[in-house]
């Protein structure tokens, strides 16, 4: 099997599901067209974690948007990090802040926006939203006037 970069784990191999929050799973790739700017999209419909209070499953739509840098976040580790989630406890913001930081500390992109669609729990939907936009650019200024402008759902 050749691959371009054997530098990635997950790709092509058999799947070991963590059973814990597992940043360490994430893997990148080298953007082909760093001087590009140009939107990625990842959607997580069957997203869970845990309440930390009361231990029941929380239930989201997870859905990823970001402008990528030189590196670019490899999908299945995407997922095998996603699912890593699914007995831990935390509250639905933290999720969503949680995974928009480890991904901007894993693949440093120019912009990033991570969107939570929380079920109802209680008769109430939580639909969290964290944005990230380089320091000192263009994507600074565009983290800000999305989240400004935020048309939430």
């Given at each position: 099997?050749?691959?371009e970069n054997d530098s990635l784990k997950s790709l092509?191999?058999?799947t070991d599901y963590k059973m814990t929050y597992a940043p360490e799973v994430l893997e990148?790739?080298?953007?082909?067209?760093?001087?590009?700017d140009y939107w990625?999209?990842?959607n997580c419909p069957e997203f869970t974690s845990l309440c930390p209070i009361t231990g029941q499953p929380d239930f989201a739509e997870i859905k990823i948007y970001y402008i990528p840098?030189?590196?670019m976040v490899e999908?299945?580790?995407l997922k095998l990090y996603l699912f890593s989630f699914r007995n831990h406890g935390d509250f639905h913001e933290d999720c969503v802040n949680i995974i928009m930081k480890d991904l901007v500390k894993l693949m440093q992109p120019k912009y990033i926006e991570v969107v939570g669609l929380f079920t109802p729990r209680g008769g109430i939907s939580i639909y969290p939203y964290a944005?990230?936009?380089?320091?000192?650019?263009k994507y600074e200024a565009l983290a800000?006037?999305?989240?400004?402008?935020?048309q939430m759902v």
């Open positions: 099997m050749s691959r092509g191999r058999q990148t790739f080298e953007n082909k067209h760093p001087e590009n990625v999209q990842f840098g030189q590196r999908s299945k580790s944005n990230y936009g380089m320091p000192g650019t800000e006037q999305r989240l400004l402008n935020r």
